[in-house]
């Protein structure tokens, strides 16, 4: 495992990815949900658990989860945990921001 550069800063990654707002982020074979609350970013497993629908085509919530957008399922971008405990939780991924970019730990 090792950190992926995303952006090249933060003023990059903050003007590709708006505040509340999710983006697809592919890195080899992993589709990863990069989403922006607040200019503070998550990583989350793109792949609903229950229905394997990309969570970055979902809404973000007033809790700082992302929805589902067929089932409403319910995942927090920080710990991946499903809101509602009916299906599994999300995988997450670390996320480090410095004066280099936006990594990922994948």
């Known amino acids: ?3 992926i ?3 090249d ?3 990059v990654a903050t003007s590709t990815i708006s505040h ?3 983006k697809l982020v592919i890195i080899g074979d992993h589709r990863i949900c990069v989403s922006n609350v607040n200019d503070q970013f998550y990583a989350i497993k793109d792949s609903c ?3 394997g629908q990309s969570l970055s085509q979902g809404k973000i919530n007033y809790l700082n989860e ?4 067929l089932h409403g399922y319910r995942f927090s971008l920080k710990h ?3 809101g509602d405990h009916k299906c599994k939780d999300a995988q997450t991924y ?3 921001v410095d004066d280099d970019g936006l990594f990922i730990y994948i």
């Open 94 to 96: 670390q996320v480090r």
């Open 66 to 69: 992302i929805v589902c957008p």
């Open 9 to 11: 800063s933060i003023s």
């Open 49 to 51: 658990p229950h229905s």
């Open 20 to 22: 509340s707002t999710s």
């Open 5 to 7: 550069r995303i952006f």
């Open 80 to 82: 991946g945990q499903e």
């Open 1 to 3: 495992m090792k950190w």
